[in-house]
Structures are given as C-alpha cells and as structure tokens.
C-alpha cells in the first residue's frame, strides 16, 4: 500500500468539506487531492486525479453519487463511498447494488469515518449494520408515539386509546399527526407496513 491513501471529497454543501478536510488533513497517512461542490466537475477531476478513495454525497448537482459511481466504475479503480443524511435501508441497498464499497451517515464522528476509510482501502466494504439503522429510524418516534402507534395498528380509535392512557381525545389526535408526518404514511395499513419494515412488535 502507498505511504498515503488519496481522497478525492464531493459535496454540494462547502461546510461538510471544509469538515471533512479538517478531520482528515490531520492524518500523516491521508492525503485529500481534491474538492468539488458539482457532481459533473467531481466526473472530470476523478478521471484526471485517479485518487484511491472518493467520499462523494448522494446528491449533488449534475450527476448524483450513485450516477458518477456507474459512470466511472470500469473507467479509474477508485473506491466510493457514499455521504448521507439518510439512515434509511433502502439508500443503503441502492449504495450496495450499485457499486459504492462504504455508506457513511454525515452525523459520524471522526473515529468512525477513520474506521470506514481505512476498511475501503484494505478492501472491506463498510455500511451501517441493520440494527443501527433499525435503531435510529425508530428512534425518530417518541416512547408515547409509539406506544400509540401500537394502539392505533390493533384497531383501537382515538377515543379508545385517549381512555386506556388517560389523555385527551386532542392529545392523541396531536400525536396521530406527529407519528403520521414522521413516519410519511396516511393510513394504518402504511403504519402496518412501516411497524413490518423496522422491525416493531406489536
């Protein structure tokens, strides 16, 4: 292995760069050839530069992070992983199936992106294990939201699950809205399927 890993970073918001080079030019081992904000210059300075690792964000102007990993897969050896504020498991199935060799969550800290280039670089893909992402979607829905969205999956109405938790029908209505708007779904059979896909009991 070289005596410094290249690292070529793209992102469409400067601040997360600039981060991401104050992270990273600390590292005697690490070297950062590049930077864009612009997924189509990101294109053209990645077939020039060649470097062994490009940390590139989901979305971008011009071409997206999956759209510059297949346009320039079978053109550099460039390893890519994928920047994301999303922790969903269906952008991490799409980062997989298409190529990228890590998936990185924008809220990591330091150790944690050292970890993910060091694993690229020996060749060891790196994604969130499932349980981490199951853990911090549902995570977004509070002890009460889902304690009724349980309620409201097994057929109770408002006004039954306002009686079994001692709350105003308005409480419980406020909270159906809450765990609608953070869950995106308009029905309970969507409560059903979003229960099913993160894996809560009810």
């Known amino acids: 292995m070289k005596d410094r890993i290249t690292i070529y970073l793209a992102d469409d918001h400067q601040i997360v760069i600039d981060g991401l080079q104050l992270l990273i030019n600390n590292e005697p081992d690490l070297l950062i050839v590049g930077t864009s904000n612009n997924g189509t210059k990101a294109y053209e300075e990645l077939l020039d530069k060649k470097p062994d690792i490009a940390l590139i964000d989901w979305r971008m102007p011009g071409l997206n992070g999956l759209q510059l990993i297949l346009n320039l897969k079978n053109k550099i050896s460039t390893q890519f992983i994928i920047l994301s504020m999303h922790n969903d498991k269906r952008y991490i199935s799409d980062a997989k199936n298409n190529d990228a060799f890590g998936y990185l969550l924008k809220n990591v800290g330091k150790d ?9 670089i020996n060749n060891k893909k790196y994604f969130p294990a499932e349980d981490y992402v199951l853990q911090e979607k549902v995570r977004k829905l509070t002890p009460r939201e889902l304690e ?12 039954q ?11 419980v209505e406020t909270h159906r809205k809450n765990i609608s708007s953070k869950t995106n779904t308009k029905t309970v059979i969507g409560l059903v399927k979003y229960a099913l896909d993160n894996g809560i009991e009810y």
């Open 112 to 120: 944690e992106l050292l970890r993910c280039i060091h694993s690229v």
């Open 161 to 171: 699950i306002a009686e079994l938790l001692n709350l105003s029908h308005f409480t």
């Open 148 to 159: 009724i969205l349980k309620l409201v999956i097994n057929e109770n109405t408002t006004q």
